[in-house]
T-cell receptor, first 112, second 114 residues
Framework: KQEVTQIPAALSVPEGENLVLNCSFT??????LQWFRQDPGKGLTSLLL?????REQTSGRLNASLDKSSGRSTLYIAASQPGDSATYLC???????????FGQGTRLTINP | DVKVTQSSRYLVKRTGEKVFLECVQD?????MFWYRQDPGLGLRLIYF???????EKGDIPEGYSVSREKKERFSLILESASTNQTSMYLC?????????????FGPGTRLTVT
């Protein structure tokens, strides 16, 4: 059974810092991995999708990497801003499955 | 841009009521999903649909049913609401089952059952 873990559960950093969020999964048989952002009380916004054959994806200040063999992904946020404060979730789509399996998320706070 | 909308942001219902949560997507996606999100439990799949009138159970289907009469609309039904169904409900859609496609989420419905 696929399990996804995100550590730490919460992170607080000063504005302007570069930071890395971690995601690990137990089974490397996946189609893809997706990073989402969730603001309090809101739905999920898709940030980046990495296919199983890819190593990384970039969008603006965000860069996500995938090491499928070790079951790890990282989300790198450059030059963090207070507006980046949110919960970040990673999810994998296991091979043969329709659903996504989610981690518990990392709650990120950027302090001005 | 893909848009997934949900009929209500907040809903308060009484125990035993029949509750309908509606979800509409505007990108002609074949696949639609209902998840619930609870603190400490994360997101869990309730049901999904891969075509009109087609559905499959997810991880926690007990107490729920679904309806998909039109491609763009996917409804979640709580036949007799109970307090343990108080939760955030999230609808999602994805294009035809090609492994490369992203899943897009709606804004969520916060349901409280009293």
């Amino acid at each position: 059974k696929q399990e996804v873990t995100q550590i730490p559960a919460a992170l607080s950093v000063p504005e302007g810092e570069n930071l890395v969020l971690n995601c690990s999964f137990t089974d490397s048989a996946i189609y893809n991995l997706q990073w989402f952002r969730q603001d309090p009380g809101k739905g999920l916004t898709s940030l980046l999708l990495i296919q199983s054959s890819q190593r990384e994806q970039t969008s603006g200040r965000l860069n996500a990497s995938l090491d499928k063999s070790s079951g790890r992904s990282t989300l790198y946020i450059a030059a963090s801003q207070p507006g980046d404060s949110a919960t970040y979730l990673c999810a994998v789509r296991p091979q043969g499955a329709q659903k996504l399996v989610f981690g518990q998320g990392t709650r990120l706070t950027i302090n001005p | 841009d893909v848009k997934v909308t949900q009929s209500s942001r907040y809903l308060v219902k009484r125990t035993g009521e029949k509750v309908f949560l509606e979800c509409v997507q505007d990108m002609d996606h074949e696949n639609m999903f209902w998840y619930r999100q609870d603190p400490g439990l994360g997101l869990r799949l309730i049901y999904f649909s891969y075509d009109v009138k087609m559905k499959e159970k997810g991880d926690i289907p007990e107490g729920y049913s679904v309806s998909r009469e039109k491609k763009e609309r996917f409804s979640l039904i709580l036949e007799s609401a109970s307090t343990n169904q108080t939760s955030m409900y999230l609808c999602a859609s994805r294009a035809e089952d090609r492994h490369t496609y992203e899943q897009y989420f709606g804004p969520g419905t916060r349901l409280t059952v009293t």
